[in-house]
């Protein structure tokens, strides 16, 4: 099947989803989670395959992303199951008012429609992604990067199989066949055929579709968080959640990248944090890549270029000194990706200069960026993080997977 | 000054914009209010001058709409002083978890930033959003037709003369001093730097923002707006609702522009439609455009290639019959550009069908398409009507000025 004929019947599945209850999507996710399981052997098979495939070409990391197992298959279908038990965002009532006797006008959370998903080489994507899609009333369009296609073929497969055990159409999920980078293309310019492209995946793949796409697109994921120590931050705190930030785990997008210290605390501040986070660490030391005043303080890689904007995702933190935290904010704003930023500071004042002033999508006093997280943050699930402005602002949840319509139920009313 | 030094003082003007309280803003707004008053000579001369430069150049209709007196800026005073009465829409916490004790997580509502909008030759819509985006916390950057660029000059200026007497930054309300085509592209390319651009006007200017923007765009206006009259609609009330949609202001987005009628009514309701519309109009009798199953039951036009497609904002209403409702709701979805669509029936079965299936921003049963606006739908104004999904659908006021972010306390807390 081209891409062209999948995105039409994306279209026409649609129109299906509108009249389907929430009661019978419930059961359908539940099917599907249940066909995953039914279909490991088979899903396993494929990933073999691809792993096979991908061997060599690779980098280790990338193979362990790709890889099944049981057990994964197993969290992918508990992570299903777990979409299902959700609340439905679809039908509510945002707001209401009656403008004239008889005239009633709703604001109605309504899906937005065919909903494509563009990601890289995490099997376990095709079925959050599919759940979260179809809990929210959306049709799902899947694009996997090449070396994860026979597994997410696989899945789609088993998943199709859950629909249509439920009674519902298979097109509700669909994954694209054409592995090129045409395929990514003619999705990123379906216009009035996708109502939201997803990217989800590295730096490379969001800026081509934020720079590419004629659809509407959600940018999410790429995270320079910074950590500011004011000139009152209790030690011992900034050192707990600069620790946690940087090396709980380095790979994911609200991990910190930067680390912006008060010169007023510099002095006895950034002795600890090297006693902390490199001398003290047996297993991956973190190393710290200092601007001109700090390096004045301790030792470490003098800071380049690029340090300042740049998503490490790796034992790095970049370390700039400032004189005020005004000036922090300024730096932030100006190097930030617009993801996660904490101070840690013991003044009021300064908490609500930077909470007022940094403009990112969650902003921290006194905890550490990590928490940036659908679950933590009460959606009990996530499409990804938004790093925009528009409709969508940090984690996405099925809300966020969801627009609005006003419907005005009249009686003969005219203006 | 150039359009780049004025997007930096817009920029800087942003973190400026955040510390100031509602009650200086609406300071500021009854000042601004004020100011158009007191400045009404300056204006009406400068508008007088844009009159006599455009005369000849342009239509009476555009040189009506350039028009000021010293009525219409009253009435523009009038608008300032009511958008100072509205509620602020910034800092409102949306929604608040605790996931841990002491971690408090709030999604609080914010200003965007900087907003960008681009018009054409409506003084009036210099005084409006400055006055919506300055409510809304947000930092106005205004590009208007060359047309009304004196006009809009004179009243930017009084505007600013409100700011500074009450204290403020004359930078919140700028306007671009350009008015080729370079500052609309500069506008549109300015990323990191106007967080929102809103063009208000003809489609040619809206696409044109929409094809080439890299900043975030929202499209308002474009109205092919539908009404179906079904075969169960009271014959009465369907001829009031599609006279007043199409007759009452055709020069609005909200006026209907095409009839799609069920072909076991058609028999009945179509002469008596054209009884109503062309017949017994003195006045501004209405072209009917018909499709070759309408032809049959009354005279008229025969609808054209791009009849169905069209935006007539003129006494022209296109006429198509369909066999079913379903069919109606595919053609509209087809032919619509998701602005207000109407149904007017006696069946709940159809107006569910209708108001689940069309993928328009505002969907109605048994009322006028007239209703699509801010007012109306209890936002007590309107910055422009969406005809996109993501972020703002319909009518947007203030809220949909501004976004969110995430404030989460903790006090030490790390992951």
Redesign the interface.
């Known amino acids: 099947m081209t891409t062209k004929e999948l995105l039409i019947k994306a279209k026409n599945a649609k129109?299906l989803v509108?009249?389907i209850s929430t009661e019978k999507i419930n059961e359908a996710l539940n099917a599907m989670a249940q066909a995953l399981i039914d279909n490991t052997e088979d899903i396993l098979r494929k990933n073999a395959e691809d792993i096979e495939k991908a061997r060599g070409t690779v980098s280790d990391v990338m193979i362990d992303r790709l890889a099944l197992s049981e057990e994964r298959i197993k969290g992918m279908a508990d992570g299903v199951r777990d979409v299902a038990k959700l609340p439905s965002p679809v039908g509510k009532v945002l707001?209401s008012?009656e403008?004239q006797p008889g005239?009633i006008?709703e604001?109605t959370s309504v899906p937005?429609?065919v909903v494509a998903i563009i990601y890289e080489s995490r099997p376990n994507v095709t079925s959050d992604a599919a759940a979260l899609a179809l809990k929210s009333g959306n049709v799902c369009v899947l694009r996997c990067g090449k070396e994860a296609h026979q597994s997410a073929s696989a899945i789609v497969e088993a998943l199709q199989k859950g629909l249509e055990s439920a009674g519902l159409s298979k097109d509700l999920v669909l994954l694209v066949e054409d592995t090129t980078r045409q395929s990514a293309t003619e999705l990123m310019t379906a216009d009035g055929c996708v109502?939201?492209l997803i990217p989800r995946g590295g730096k490379g793949l969001i800026s081509a579709c934020?720079?590419n796409a004629?659809v509407?697109v959600?940018q999410t994921g790429t995270g320079i968080c910074h950590i500011f120590v004011d000139e009152s931050a209790?030690i011992d705190?900034a050192l707990?959640?600069v620790?946690?930030?940087k090396t709980?785990r380095p790979s994911v997008c609200n991990a910190e990248e930067v680390l912006v210290v008060h010169k007023n605390i510099a002095g006895e501040f950034l002795p600890k944090l090297k006693e902390r986070l490199v001398d003290s660490r047996a297993e991956n030391p973190v190393e710290l890549r200092l601007d001109e005043e700090a390096i004045k303080i301790i030792d470490g890689t003098p800071a380049g270029e690029n340090d300042f904007d740049t998503e490490f995702l790796d034992y790095i933190l970049a370390v700039k000194i400032v004189d005020s935290a005004a000036e922090a904010?300024?730096h932030i704003n100006t190097h930030s990706t617009g993801h996660s930023e904490a101070i840690v500071t013991a003044s009021g004042e300064s908490?609500e200069l930077f909470?007022?002033?940094i403009?990112?999508?969650?902003?921290?006093?006194?905890?550490?960026t990590?928490?940036?997280d659908g679950g933590?943050?009460?959606l009990g699930c996530e499409m990804g993080i938004s790093t925009?402005?528009?409709?969508a602002?940090?984690p996405m949840g099925l809300e966020e997977l969801n627009?609005?319509?006003?419907?005005?139920?009249?009686?003969?009313?005219?203006?």
């Open positions: 129109a509108n009249t707001k008012n403008p005239l006008i604001k937005l429609g109502d939201l934020v720079k004629t509407p959600i209790d705190m707990n959640i620790e946690n930030a709980s904010v300024s908490a909470t007022k002033g403009d990112s999508s969650s902003v921290y006093v006194n905890a550490s990590r928490f940036t933590e943050f009460g925009q402005k528009l409709h602002r940090g627009t609005y319509k006003y419907i005005i139920r009249g009686n003969g009313h005219v203006r």
